[in-house]
């Protein structure tokens, strides 16, 4: 799906007469994001800043919207969802955070069987540097490069980015597959896609405590084996027990989603994982930043 | 977040499950009274903490006389259990019977709901599963009729003589599961007396903040107990997190994202320092308003031991310069509170924003450089302990 995204993919938003859809709209366009429709849940219609608004997306398939970033309070995400697949979207980024898990079981049962990629819910969305995003990754933290990134943290993932980016490393492609624990699209769904990304020249998994994705990643790379060096931070050595850390998928019980757990698994299957976010950047700039390996 | 096990059996005995007898000491009063009651019968004292593995950690002790049940309840309330502090003790009759496992679950990865059974349940179910092979383990679309099936399928798979209870049991959680919109419903050890009666001998509820909204019940349970639960009571209050990590830290932090808040704690503590909270504020949606930095700022004055100040914020689209400026007013509203300040800002308006703290709160000192504010704050907190 990553490699169908660039700046001329018909994109809707949902949501986008409210502040945050208002707001996100303009800063995706001036990004390159070719933004074809908006819908607002009120029924309103007319335009916001040029782009025409429609009551749902079905009324909006003129426009033939390829993917729809939903921009809506979390619990009316289910609702404008099912909208989305009706109107045949196969692209639907959901950023909120707060979602209720049982409504992300039906969502993602819902888009599982309409054969539609759900990023989401708890993210900043995605990124393909240089053409396009859908959310609100920070352009100061984006930029072209060789680096496949895929992060929980939205904030963890900017900071990282930010050094990166700095110390001369962009993103092929930058996805945040979100910090809640039932979501559409995991770390091992979107490595494959990221790895066949053919600027990617190596991997980046932004993680935190809590559940069982770094590990089911870390199975799956040791099964498929990796041509390129995957990078790994795991954030969370220090949570709490029993109580979700800012995350709702950042919970640790019993040994259950410890860091301890994630480290093991990763460094198994071959991963360079860094316990800082200097000792990330200096390994990942030392190997892609200068010199000649360098890609420009 | 997990309850605390005698809401956890509160809401299976709401929903038909029974529970062992009991009675729950909180404090001295409590304490006397257990002492006077019942001497001879023996009893299990349990530590009220949302944590796994309470047994392993000391929290679970069994008592053979009311004396000896309120010595271990004396010794266990004010302990510390994994960053918890006990609260309360649970004081339960023992419960004579074979031990069984039941649990109702969402399964992130597939995105359905597993049921498991095991009739060998107790401490070391894990290992009894993967040993002995015997754990019914069904993975069932989320939804009510697929799970009902799966029940039937466990139905015939049981004892003839325990079928009939053990199905009614796994029907009673999977309706509070839905109903209540769980991530976890798990008993262990699920006793089966030899009357063939089941007991629920422990209860480890998962709930969902996300959705509380929804379930009134659920809220005022946790009102009810505010001290129980200072973190879900804070987020459903204030609408942000903020956690207490350790009672005793030095270190303040005011900082956004839950991701990287959780990654500077990991650095501080790395290099030796202590912090005392984990926060993610959302600046996004302070819009202006001072009230969550005056909670938190109000929060870190009544700590005991915090010396300094951290901020982090990363701005990708929130404007730093607003930021600043509610800094600046909050901090005019915290008379007599003084603590030396470091504010790490950067992105968006970040020279902006340092030219208002410049000018208007000349104390905090301003920098853009994470890996420079951690050691800096390091070594403040340091400096101030030893002053």
């Known amino acids: 799906m990553l490699e169908l995204l660039d700046s001329n993919t018909p994109v809707l938003i949902q949501g986008i007469s409210g502040r945050m859809g208002r707001l996100h709209t303009g800063l995706m366009r001036q990004y390159g994001t070719n933004i074809v429709a908006g819908v607002s849940m009120r029924g309103q219609d007319g335009d916001v800043d040029g782009i025409p608004v429609y009551p749902s997306c079905s009324a909006a398939q003129q426009h033939r919207p390829f993917a729809s970033v939903v921009m809506v309070p979390p619990l009316r995400v289910m609702q404008a969802v099912e909208d989305a697949i009706d109107a045949g979207i196969r692209l639907i980024v959901t950023v909120a955070e707060g979602i209720p898990v049982h409504d992300a079981l039906r969502i993602r049962q819902m888009t599982a069987d309409a054969g539609v990629s759900w990023i989401g819910p708890s993210t900043p969305g995605l990124c393909i540097p240089g053409k396009m995003k859908l959310g ?39 996805v945040g597959v979100g910090g809640d624990p039932v979501k559409g699209t995991r770390f091992s769904d979107m490595a494959p896609e990221l790895t066949a990304l053919s600027a990617t020249r190596a991997l980046l998994l932004i993680g935190e405590v809590g559940g069982d994705e770094e590990e089911e990643f870390a199975h799956s790379l040791q099964a498929r084996g990796s041509d390129i060096p995957v990078y790994a931070l795991i954030a969370g050595k220090q949570a709490k027990e029993g109580v979700s850390m800012g995350h709702a998928g950042a919970l640790v019980m019993g040994g259950k989603g410890s860091i301890v757990s994630k480290h093991e698994a990763l460094k198994k299957a071959g991963v360079e994982v860094h316990q800082t976010m200097h000792e990330l950047v200096a390994a990942i700039a030392g190997r892609l930043g200068t010199g000649p390996t360098a890609h420009t | 977040m997990l309850l605390i096990e005698s809401d956890g059996k509160r809401l299976l005995q709401a929903h038909g ?3 062992p007898a009991s009675s729950l000491v909180i404090g001295q009063e409590d304490v006397a009274k257990l002492a006077a009651a019942h001497p001879s019968t023996p009893k299990i004292v349990k530590a009220q903490v949302p944590v796994g593995g309470r047994g392993k950690a000391g929290g679970v002790l069994r008592a053979e006389s009311s004396a000896e049940a309120a010595a271990a309840a004396t010794a266990m309330l004010g302990r510390h259990i994994k960053g918890h502090t006990v609260r309360a003790c649970l004081i339960e009759e023992p419960i004579a019977g074979s031990e069984h496992y039941l649990a109702l679950l969402v399964d992130a990865g597939s995105g359905g709901i597993r049921l498991l059974y095991s009739d060998a349940g107790g401490i070391d179910i894990e290992q009894a599963a993967t040993t002995s092979g015997h754990m019914f383990d069904r993975l069932v679309r989320p939804d009510r009729n697929a799970f009902d099936a799966a029940i039937s399928e466990l139905e015939q798979t049981l004892d003839p003589t325990s079928a009939s209870a053990i199905a009614a049991c796994a029907r009673q959680l999977g309706a509070l599961f839905f109903d209540k919109e769980l991530l976890l419903a798990e008993i262990n050890p699920l006793f089966l007396r030899p009357n063939g009666q089941i007991v629920a001998g422990d209860a480890k509820i998962v709930i969902d903040l996300n959705a509380i909204e929804r379930h009134d019940d659920l809220k005022s349970m946790l009102s009810g107990h505010r001290d129980w639960y200072p973190d879900a009571w804070r987020k459903i209050q204030e609408q942000f997190d903020f956690i207490e990590l350790d009672a005793q830290g030095t270190i303040g932090l005011v900082t956004t994202g839950a991701g990287l808040s959780m990654m500077l704690l990991d650095e501080l503590t790395e290099k030796g320092a202590r912090p005392f909270n984990f926060c993610d504020v959302r600046t996004g949606q302070m819009r202006g308003d001072p009230s969550r930095l005056l909670a938190i700022f109000r929060w870190l004055k009544e ?85």
């Open chain 1, 136 to 174: 609100f990754l920070p352009d100061v933290s984006i930029a072209p490069g060789p680096l496949g990134v895929m992060s929980k943290s939205g904030t963890l993932s900017y900071e990282v980015c930010y050094r990166l980016s700095q110390a001369g490393v962009g993103q092929s492609a930058w």
């Open chain 2, 17 to 19: 499950i029974p529970v």
């Open chain 2, 303 to 387: 700590a005991p031991n915090v010396r300094m100040v951290l901020i982090n914020i990363f701005a990708g689209i929130t404007d730093l310069a607003e930021f600043a400026r509610t800094l600046v007013l909050a901090l005019s509203q915290m008379p007599g509170w003084n603590p030396p300040i470091v504010a790490r800002l950067i992105g968006n308006n970040e020279e902006l924003a340092m030219e208002i703290l410049r000018t208007q709160a000349p104390q905090i000192r301003f920098e853009t450089d994470l890996e420079k504010a951690i050691s800096l704050s390091t070594s403040m907190a340091q400096e101030a302990n030893h002053a």
